[in-house]
């Protein structure tokens, strides 16, 4: 299904709800730079929309060919304040629409249904609870990129990576305002507290007035989900879980931990799944293999809600 359907986005609800879980996709920014894109800061992924989006193509087909039941289109960086970094400031929503259209073409030809997140990151550095924006440029620059990420036809919008209870509620609330469905994703520390030090359960809450289809936690290693899952189960909607395998350098560029193989991967993902999870992948440091070996774990049914 290659078009933009409102039927995906019953189908995502319908499948959190009950039958196998579904499987996101792995990483864009990491697989980028395997494949020799440029992907330095600020701009990072976005790079490779100015510069490879053959390459962008090629990453998210290898996705929907491993099994993938959703994509993550590469907008983690079309927000016009990072855009502006790189003096494309202007190009917000022509970026951000290339993008969801270059994750659209890898569904080209494919029968089954695969749905396309719009990633929407923190403004700042993911890792850098302190470098969050006031409320008011919060409110206004989510609030672009939540209708730029509808305009471009996202099936969803994935607020993803978020390391404060403010952040996310001000992303939440742009999703919701901007009428588009929903999914709120946190990275915690080994603890399973948010980056800011804040409990995971507060920013659960926090969020749960926009309601969300779906909450999980995204970019922790995978030996970091075990302490996030109890506040997962406790939260009361479908929740989903995407670790990572690395961990970024000082230049912002991430260091990739191969010592997990794609089966080890799908391991740790089949013990998300039997704590609950209703969707499973990858970030940063995985590759479509990873996300192969996790689509096979849940085609022979062993990540069954039971």
Do not use: K
């Not at 996705?63 to 927000?79: M, S, W």
């Not at 073409?105 to 089954?112: F, N």
């Not at 993902?269 to 970030?283: H, K, N, P, S, Y």
């Amino acid at each position: 299904m290659a078009s933009n359907d409102s039927g995906l986005a019953h189908w995502i609800g319908t499948r959190l709800a009950s039958g196998g879980p579904l499987v996101l996709d792995g990483a864009t920014g990491t697989e980028l730079e395997a494949l020799g894109i440029r992907a330095t800061l600020p701009l990072w992924s976005a790079h490779a929309l100015l510069e490879a989006p053959q390459s962008v193509l090629q990453v998210h087909r290898a996705y929907v060919e491993a099994g993938a039941d959703l994509l993550t289109a590469n907008t983690f960086r079309t927000q016009r304040r990072t855009l502006a970094r790189g003096g494309h400031g202007e190009r917000a929503g022509d970026l951000t629409g290339f993008a969801l259209d270059l994750a659209r073409r890898a569904l080209a030809g494919v029968e089954r249904p695969v749905a396309v997140l719009g990633s929407a990151p923190p403004l700042e550095d993911c890792y850098r609870p302190d470098l969050v924006p006031d409320d008011t440029d919060l409110a206004r620059e989510h609030g672009e990129h939540a209708a730029n990420l509808v305009a471009a036809g996202a099936d969803a919008i994935l607020a993803e990576t978020h390391h404060t209870v403010r952040e996310a509620v001000a992303v939440a609330r742009a999703a919701h305002e901007a009428g588009a469905a929903l999914w709120v994703s946190f990275v915690c520390d080994a603890s399973g507290r948010l980056l800011s030090g804040e409990p995971l359960a507060a920013g659960l809450a926090a969020v749960a007035p926009f309601e969300p289809m779906a909450v999980g936690v995204n970019c922790v290693a995978p030996s970091a989900v075990p302490a996030c899952l109890p506040e997962l189960r406790a939260a009361g909607r479908p929740f989903f879980v995407y670790a990572n395998l690395g961990a970024p350098d000082a230049e912002g560029r991430f260091v990739v931990a191969r010592e997990t193989s794609p089966e080890g991967f799908a391991e740790h993902a089949l013990r998300w799944c039997e704590a609950g999870a209703r969707c499973v992948g990858g970030c940063c440091g995985t590759t479509a293999d990873h996300v192969a070996c996790i689509a096979d774990a849940m085609a022979q049914g062993a990540g069954s809600p039971g």
